[in-house]
């Protein structure tokens, strides 16, 4: 396996020692205890699920790619692909990220090894620079070095989306997931929070076109647009949403409410 120790920190530190899966409320670890499974939202082999091709073999063990599950929740989300595609797990993603911590202390990063140790294998850890690249042997079952290219300084967090698209910017980004984590809240009353993320995903999909892409490669011309349809067809029409109409209250706050802090 080639995910490094520095990325199952940061994944774990940002899922809270719990399960990425929504409402699921098992520890990652246990004491001592390993539970957690390393999940990929795109497939590292051919055949497995969500993979794709066009992922460089840095890319699939990225951070960005990878969710740490409980084997429960790890088993579901590989087994039920039509439900939980890659948009789906990348919402499940940002949500479990959203309320960690931002810091790795040093429990957490003990804890974060024993999980490491316990998926990658015992053995040490041995990193050699060398020009633009870093090579690291992994002693244990995995032998023979990894090189590991950092990414360009052009390839940030928007990575993937064009300069113009919704995702490029981070306010027009944060403002469309607190809109779809509304909903998502707002249904739960009828049906689990990764029901109604796939559910929100492939109706936006299907409303803009988007065939393969997300919303977040939606032009940024386009924000308003989907804003009006997150508001007024998806959470006006929840069961939470009728109530607030039916009593002349909010349904959620506006784009410069929510960027500036105003209620």
């Known amino acids: ?131 633009n690249a870093v090579a690291v042997a992994i002693g244990g079952d995995n032998h023979g070095p990894i090189t590991i290219h950092p990414p360009r300084k052009a390839r940030s967090e928007t990575r993937g989306y064009p300069a113009n698209s919704i995702g490029a910017d981070a306010n027009l980004t944060n403002y469309i997931e607190y809109l779809c984590g509304l909903y998502v809240e707002y249904m739960s009353q009828l049906e689990d929070e990764g029901t109604s993320w796939a559910k929100l995903g492939r109706h936006i999909k299907t409303k803009f076109r988007l065939q393969k892409r997300t919303r977040h490669h939606l032009s940024a011309e386009r924000f308003y647009d989907l804003v009006d349809y997150l508001v007024n067809d998806k959470l006006a029409n929840t069961p939470v949403g009728k109530k607030h109409r039916r009593a002349g209250t909010k349904l959620c706050r506006t784009y410069e409410e929510f960027r500036f802090g105003e209620m």
Request: glycine share 6%.
């Open 1 to 131: 396996m080639a995910v490094s120790s520095s990325t199952i920190k940061r994944l774990f530190v940002k899922a809270g020692n719990k399960c990425a899966m929504p409402k699921c409320q098992s520890p990652l670890l246990k004491g001592e205890q390993v539970l957690a499974e390393i999940c990929h939202i795109r497939a590292r082999r051919k055949g497995g699920a969500r993979y794709d091709p066009t992922l460089t073999a840095v890319e699939k063990d990225d951070f960005k790619n990878l969710i740490l599950l409980c084997p429960t929740c790890h088993t579901l989300v590989d087994k039920d692909r039509k439900t939980f595609d890659v948009e789906t797990l990348q919402d499940i993603q940002r949500y479990s990220e959203s309320g960690g911590e931002v810091e790795i202390s040093a429990e957490a990063s003990r804890q974060a090894m024993v999980i490491f140790n316990k998926i990658v294998g015992p053995g040490s850890t041995r990193a050699d620079a060398k020009g």
